[in-house]
């Protein structure tokens, strides 16, 4: 049997291209291996950063919201660093995984209630943005409290947590 012209380069097309992709994919994941290596310089406003930020706070804020201390201190880095929105005016600064997760373990003891929700994120390669609601009942009444939490991603984990409140 044999082919037209028009199907052989049809072919040839086909083939050129399933190899250069096949290339383009070995190369890519030789080089997402060795990102953190000396030399190789990891780009944090990359596709890929942000995609992984995005993951790790959708799942950062679903293990808040559960009141899990254990899933939220897996994803910290063990030199995270948590700003509290308290004391007035600049809020206390905690530093290291342990620290920040003996923070909010307490924290979801004395407020067992609590609920945050996100109403916007935004996300720019290693860094979010959470807009949100702090829900809670105060003294028998709903009670809300609105702000913003800027989140610093590395390697899948939260790195820092920077918390800001209106008013």
């Not at 944090?44 to 201190?73: E, L, Q």
């Not at 005016?89 to 609590?114: C, L, S, T, Y």
């Not at 609920?115 to 720019?124: H, K, L, P, Q």
């Amino acid at each position: 049997m044999t082919k037209s012209p028009a199907k052989i380069q049809l072919l040839l097309i086909a083939c050129a291209a399933v190899v250069f992709f096949a290339v383009v994919a070995f190369f890519a994941s030789k080089t997402a291996s060795r990102i953190h290596e000396p030399g190789m310089i990891f780009k944090p406003n990359s596709p890929v950063a942000g995609a992984t930020t995005r993951m790790v706070i959708d799942h950062f804020n679903k293990a808040f919201n559960r009141h899990d201390s254990d899933a939220v201190a897996a994803l910290l880095t063990d030199d995270t660093v948590f700003e509290d929105t308290s004391p007035p005016p600049d809020g206390q600064r905690i530093e290291g995984k342990a620290a920040v997760a003996a923070f909010w373990r307490e924290w979801f003891a004395r407020n067992p209630d609590a609920r945050f929700e996100a109403e916007e994120i935004i996300v720019s390669g290693d860094r979010a943005v959470v807009r949100w609601v702090y829900n809670k009942v105060r003294k028998g009444q709903p009670w809300h409290l609105r702000g913003v939490d800027i989140f610093t991603v590395r390697d899948g984990k939260v790195a820092a947590k920077l918390a800001y409140v209106k008013g």
